[in-house]
Structures are given as C-alpha cells and as structure tokens.
C-alpha cells in the first residue's frame, strides 16, 4: 500500500504542494477567521485526493496497476491511507504552518467568539469534518468512477452539508439569533468539551475520524471488487 | 505438455447497455449485448501465439479476463499452472503485459514513471531496464507526453520485459506503428522466447506479423473460437481457390468456408487444401491462404457470400 501511495504522491507532487503553498500563504493574510482556514484546510484534503483521481483517471492508470501484482483490496487500502496523509498533511498546514506562523507573526483574526486556530475545539472540528467528507467521497469514487463518482459526491456533500447547518441552525437557534455562525458552532463544541472533560472529548472527535473512515472503507472495498474495467 | 496459459470453457457476457464492450457489427454482439462463448485453447511453454480476429470479435476481452479486469461468467483460465483469480497476486509478478495503449503518468519523466512501476515487482532488475532502455534509445529524461506512439510501446516492452516475466501478454502492440519498429519487435519477442521457459500471446488484426514469429495462431470471431491450431498446420490446410463462377456449383459449396463473388471472377476459402486441390487443379488457381485471406473471408457472417 506504501508503493501506491507513494506512485500518488510522486504524481501530484507538484500540484499538492503548489496547493498547499497557494494556501498557506493566502491564508497568512490577517483577514481570514479562523473558521475559514479550517475549512480551507479540508478543502485542500479533498482536493488533494480528487487531484490524484484526476490524474489516474486521465492517463488511465488504474488499469496498469490492475495489471501488476497488485490486489484490488490493496488499491482501495492505499486510497485510503493517501486520505489519511492528506488529512495529516491539511491538518499540518492548518495548525502548523498557519496556526503557528499567524500566532509567531501576530497575525490578527476576526474573533467572532472563535478562539483560535491554535485550541482543541478547532482540531475537534478540522478532523472529523474532512474525514467525514473523505470518507464520503471515495465510496461515491469506488462504484462510479472518477467522473460519475465525483459529481455525485458533489451533490451529496452540499446536500450533507446543508441538512448539518439546518439542523445546526433548529437545535441551536437562540444561539445563532445572538451571533455569527462560526461562534455558535464553536460555542456548542466547547460546551460539549466541557460536559464530557477533555479526555473524552478527543477520545470522541477521534472515534468520529475513524468510524465513518472504516464504514466508508468497508463500502469501497465491496465496491471496487466488483467493478470492470 | 506444460503450458504456460490454458482457457476451458471461457463465457462472459455483457447486456446491451455493457459500457466495457461496443462490439461491431459482424462481431459477437447479438441483440446488441456481448457473447464470449466457451473459448478454449492453450498455449505451450516457450511459444509464441498469435490472437487474431476481427474487431469486436473479444480478443480484448479474453485478455482482460486473464488479467482479471473483469469477472468470467463461466470458465477457467489458468495461467503458468495457476488459476487465474485464486493466483492473481503470483500470476502477475511472472507476467508482463503491454496494452495496445501504454496507461503511465504522462506528465512525468520516464525515469519517474520508472519509479512509479518498478516497486511492485519483486524480480524487477533494474539493470535489464537500463541495457533496454538504452537498447531502444530511450531519453529517460524526457516527459512521457513528448514521447511518439512507438517510443511509448518501446518503454512499455521495456518494462514488461525488466521483471523476468515468464508470460508476455500484448494487446495489439503494433497497430498502429511503423513497420520498422513492428520489425524490432518482434524480433525483441523473438529474442524473449529463446529461453525456452517464457511465452507470448500477441493479440493483433496486423496478420502478416504473425505470419512472421507465431508458433500458434487462435482465430476468434463473433465471440467464438474458429480455431486455435500451429500456424504452419494452419497455413498449410487453408486455400483460397480462384476460378470462375463454376465454383460456385452447389456440389462445391460446402467444401467453402467463405465466398467473395467480383467482376474479376470468384475467389473462395477453404480449409481442406488437398481436396480442393483435387477438385479445382486444373481449372482453377489454388493459393496458400495468408492470416488475412482467413480472416478477411471468414469476418463477414457464416462466410459465405
């Protein structure tokens, strides 16, 4: 699976990295709250793993390394451990490269109740959220192909993504009367961090990177064994 | 007798609305679907063999099926004594395969896309690879993009030749190229089989390479196997008998596998060259048939025109 991942990111080499400098850089920018770069930094996640779809899907590689001794399971297992990299590596750029450099640099952030880049909140939040959308799109990726695959993941995450937001907005609507959005959802994380303490807290947000990882890799190993190419 | 592929009784067949397979016309589609039906035949060790037919016919899709790309619906395929599906994993680090288009990274260099299939052999000799590249002039450092279609097929030969493959697999490696790399080659094949251990199936509509390197020839048409024989048994039983429309007396027809009826006169197939050398010596022309006459006859229908 290391083989793989690594033919991937030797294949997009230059264009995450291009991503993640564009990003870091632009972020760095003092207008930016923190609730944008975070989801900037799942933005490029995602976007790593569709750019390296992109580019298998059009020089049609899949086939190649369907030829080589390589097992389907072996190939859906890579895809996976490339999310969890590019999670790793959005999460990097997000609380390291600029989280630490804004914090070094004094860059100032629109607060609006947000606490920083740099809290377990915004980790809470950054991790499970892109995990989720990983997590989603390559099921969607594994039975329809890159190009089916990807629109209708489009479509689903908006349609996930509104349905959380209303929901958000109907369980927390004097909150969201009082204040902008991003303090809301980060209020409503920091009291659900101090009713159940920190260490469960996180063991919480980390059962909620891992959970839909493992459905959704269940899924997509179903899926692929049983498409033709 | 070893072998180094054996197909039983191989069916696959896709709906109407299959988006793997558009069979043409005259091939094995009926009612618009995709029929292979129980294709068998088998290659010996240290042969060549030569997979010919029409376009559409379902070379294609025996080769994807011994490569498990797609699912048999009946059938065995074993390849270097292995099933193909239960010994995927083994099969696939002894075999070498060149698609009719090369599918590597064209962005990157070839020293990169070297980089990008090596690791997953375990036998992969780097020095094999490097003797060949230089071999085929190769620029390392060029962007596969760059490269023309015959310079591509070169580094994937190249690399399906760098792993000690015991079984090279080519789907129509030579459409479309110049006859002097079809010439290189398959000389380069040639060369592959001369440790007596390894084999080659070559699919291809380009007959006359065949006629050149080919121990054996399987002929598939409509998603069946005409035949599947050594060349030279082939070459040697199949006619084409040209005459005047007296061949086409109804005593004459069944002997003809297909008629091709024209301004000039009648020109027929058959595959019992003494007695039609018997029955038309005189008052007709009797020609070895190429792989081309075979397949040109036999494409259309039952044969017959």
Same mark, same amino acid.
């Given at each position: 699976?290391?083989?793989? +991942?690594?033919?991937?990111?030797?294949?997009?080499?230059?264009?995450?990295?291009?991503?993640?400098?564009?990003?870091?850089?632009?972020?760095?920018?003092?207008?930016?709250?923190?609730?944008?770069?975070?989801?900037?930094?799942?933005?490029?996640?995602?976007?790593?793993?569709?750019?390296?779809?992109?580019?298998?899907?059009?020089?049609?590689?899949?086939?190649?390394?369907?030829?080589?001794?390589?097992?389907?399971?072996?190939? +859906?297992?890579?895809?996976?451990?490339?999310?969890?990299?590019?999670?790793?590596?959005?999460?990097?750029?997000?609380?390291?490269?600029?989280?630490?450099?804004?914090?070094?640099?004094?860059?100032?952030?629109?607060?609006?109740?947000?606490?920083?880049?740099?809290?377990?909140?915004?980790?809470?939040?950054?991790?499970?959220?892109?995990?989720?959308?990983?997590?989603?799109?390559?099921?969607?990726?594994?039975?329809?192909?890159?190009?089916?695959?990807?629109?209708?993941?489009?479509?689903?995450?908006?349609?996930?993504?509104?349905?959380?937001?209303?929901?958000?907005?109907?369980?927390?609507?004097?909150?969201?009367?009082?204040?902008?959005?991003?303090?809301?959802?980060?209020?409503?994380?920091?009291?659900?961090?101090?009713?159940?303490?920190?260490?469960?807290?996180?063991?919480?947000?980390?059962?909620? +990177?891992?959970?839909?990882?493992?459905?959704?890799?269940?899924?997509?190993?179903?899926?692929?064994?049983?498409?033709?190419? | 007798? @070893?072998?180094?592929?054996?197909?039983?009784?191989?069916?696959?067949?896709?709906?109407?609305?299959?988006?793997?397979?558009?069979?043409?016309?005259?091939?094995?589609?009926?009612?618009?679907?995709?029929?292979?039906?129980?294709?068998?035949?088998?290659?010996?060790?240290?042969?060549?063999?030569?997979?010919?037919?029409?376009?559409?016919?379902?070379?294609?899709?025996?080769?994807?099926?011994?490569?498990?790309?797609?699912?048999? @619906?009946?059938?065995?395929?074993?390849?270097?004594?292995?099933?193909?599906?239960?010994?995927?994993?083994?099969?696939?680090?002894?075999?070498?395969?060149?698609?009719?288009?090369?599918?590597?990274?064209?962005?990157?260099?070839?020293? @990169?896309?070297?980089?990008?299939?090596?690791?997953?052999?375990?036998?992969? @000799?780097?020095?094999?690879?490097?003797?060949?590249?230089?071999?085929?002039?190769?620029?390392?450092?060029?962007?596969?993009?760059?490269?023309?279609?015959?310079?591509?097929?070169?580094?994937?030969?190249?690399?399906?030749?760098?792993?000690?493959?015991?079984?090279?697999?080519?789907?129509?490696?030579?459409?479309?190229?110049?006859?002097?790399?079809?010439?290189?080659?398959?000389?380069?094949?040639?060369?592959?089989?001369?440790?007596?251990?390894?084999?080659?199936?070559?699919?291809?509509?380009?007959?006359?390479?065949?006629?050149?390197?080919?121990?054996?020839?399987?002929?598939?048409?409509?998603?069946?196997?005409?035949?599947?024989?050594?060349?030279?048994?082939?070459?040697?039983?199949?006619?084409?008998?040209?005459?005047?429309?007296?061949?086409?007396?109804?005593?004459?027809?069944?002997?003809?596998?297909?008629?091709?009826?024209?301004?000039?006169?009648?020109?027929?197939?058959?595959?019992?060259?003494?007695?039609?050398?018997?029955?038309?010596?005189?008052?007709?022309?009797?020609?070895?048939?190429?792989?081309?006459?075979?397949?040109?006859?036999?494409?259309?229908?039952?044969?017959?025109?």
């Amino acid at each position: 699976m290391l083989k793989l +991942v690594g033919k991937d990111l030797l294949a997009a080499r230059w264009i995450l990295l291009c991503g993640a400098a564009v990003l870091s850089l632009y972020s760095l920018q003092p207008f930016f709250s923190a609730g944008f770069i975070l989801a900037a930094g799942g933005a490029l996640a995602l976007a790593g793993q569709a750019t390296v779809f992109f580019l298998e899907d059009r020089n049609k590689t899949e086939i190649l390394y369907l030829s080589l001794p390589v097992s389907r399971a072996s190939i +859906v297992g890579a895809r996976y451990l490339l999310g969890a990299v590019l999670l790793a590596a959005g999460g990097a750029m997000v609380f390291g490269i600029i989280g630490w450099a804004g914090a070094l640099m004094h860059v100032p952030r629109p607060a609006g109740g947000f606490p920083g880049l740099l809290s377990i909140e915004a980790a809470a939040l950054f991790f499970p959220l892109t995990a989720f959308f990983l997590s989603l799109y390559l099921p969607f990726y594994h039975r329809f192909g890159f190009g089916r695959g990807t629109l209708l993941f489009t479509a689903a995450g908006v349609l996930c993504a509104a349905l959380g937001a209303a929901g958000l907005k109907a369980a927390l609507s004097d909150a969201f009367a009082s204040g902008g959005g991003e303090a809301v959802i980060f209020g409503a994380v920091r009291v659900l961090r101090l009713s159940l303490g920190t260490p469960l807290f996180v063991l919480a947000a980390a059962a909620a +990177v891992f959970i839909p990882f493992l459905v959704s890799l269940f899924l997509s190993t179903r899926f692929y064994a049983r498409r033709e190419f | 007798m @070893d072998c180094a592929l054996e197909i039983k009784d191989l069916s696959k067949s896709y709906s109407p609305s299959g988006r793997l397979t558009r069979p043409a016309p005259d091939s094995a589609g009926s009612g618009g679907g995709f029929h292979l039906n129980e294709v068998s035949f088998s290659l010996p060790r240290g042969y060549i063999m030569g997979l010919i037919g029409p376009n559409g016919a379902g070379k294609t899709t025996i080769i994807k099926l011994i490569l498990n790309l797609i699912r048999r @619906d009946g059938g065995e395929i074993r390849v270097l004594g292995l099933d193909n599906i239960a010994g995927e994993m083994e099969i696939k680090s002894r075999l070498g395969f060149v698609h009719d288009t090369p599918f590597f990274y064209e962005h990157l260099t070839l020293a @990169d896309v070297r980089k990008t299939v090596a690791p997953f052999y375990r036998d992969w @000799d780097d020095a094999c690879f490097r003797r060949l590249a230089e071999e085929f002039e190769l620029p390392l450092g060029k962007r596969f993009k760059t490269l023309s279609r015959g310079m591509k097929m070169k580094f994937a030969l190249a690399a399906a030749l760098s792993h000690k493959a015991e079984l090279l697999i080519l789907d129509e490696p030579t459409s479309g190229l110049d006859p002097v790399f079809r010439r290189e080659l398959l000389r380069k094949l040639s060369a592959f089989i001369q440790d007596e251990g390894k084999s080659v199936l070559f699919s291809t509509h380009i007959t006359s390479d065949l006629e050149r390197i080919a121990d054996f020839i399987t002929f598939i048409r409509g998603g069946r196997i005409v035949f599947s024989s050594p060349r030279d048994r082939i070459l040697g039983a199949w006619v084409v008998v040209k005459g005047g429309p007296e061949l086409l007396a109804a005593e004459n027809r069944p002997l003809f596998k297909g008629i091709r009826q024209s301004a000039c006169g009648v020109h027929a197939l058959t595959a019992e060259a003494d007695e039609a050398r018997r029955r038309f010596g005189r008052e007709a022309i009797v020609e070895t048939a190429t792989l081309e006459d075979i397949m040109f006859f036999m494409s259309k229908g039952n044969g017959h025109a």
